[in-house]
Structure formats: structure tokens, C-alpha cells
């Protein structure tokens, strides 16, 4: 899904009730409509490495998506004057 995560809700990869932690490597931005999908059991979701998704649909195709990498450092650059 390419929504936006500012419109998406947090979920557990490993659900709260069965152990997951409230953690960064445990946390994916899902829309309404693949956290339902998850949730019913449809979708299935993995997070080998923190931020990571590996997401199974019911046909059992797969995909992954990565975080973005972090901006290279900004050069110094001294004053104008």
C-alpha cells in the first residue's frame, strides 16, 4: 500500500496480546484497510530487522519494503563573511 504513514495506524507485528512489545522493531504503519486484513488474519506481516516489513498476502505472494535510508550529513559551510 503506498499510503502515507500520517494516515495510516501503528500496529504490532507480534500482537500485544500474544507478547510483542511497543517498540520501534515491532511497530508497522498500516491503513485502516491492511491493519483489518490483518487483524481477520487475511494479510500476514514479518519484521525481520527493526522498520523492515515483509507483508504475505492471502495468495501468499510476498513483498518488502524497507525504511528509507538516513540524509547524508550536511556539509559545514562556513559564514558569508
Known amino acids: 500500500c503506498n499510503r502515507l504513514a500520517v494516515f495510516c495506524e501503528l500496529d504490532h507485528t507480534t ?3 500474544q507478547g510483542g512489545k511497543t517498540s520501534y522493531g515491532n511497530l508497522a504503519s ?3 484497510r491492511h491493519h483489518m486484513f490483518k487483524t ?3 494479510w500476514h506481516y514479518q519484521q ?3 522498520g523492515t516489513i515483509i507483508a504475505i ?3 501468499g505472494e510476498t513483498y518488502l519494503t524497507r525504511p528509507d535510508p538516513p540524509p547524508a ?7 558569508p563573511f
Open 40 to 42: 481477520e488474519g487475511y
Open 15 to 17: 500482537p500485544w496480546s
Open 73 to 79: 550529513p550536511r556539509p559545514e559551510t562556513p559564514p
Open 30 to 32: 498500516l491503513c485502516k
Open 48 to 50: 525481520p530487522d527493526p
Open 57 to 59: 498476502s492471502p495468495l
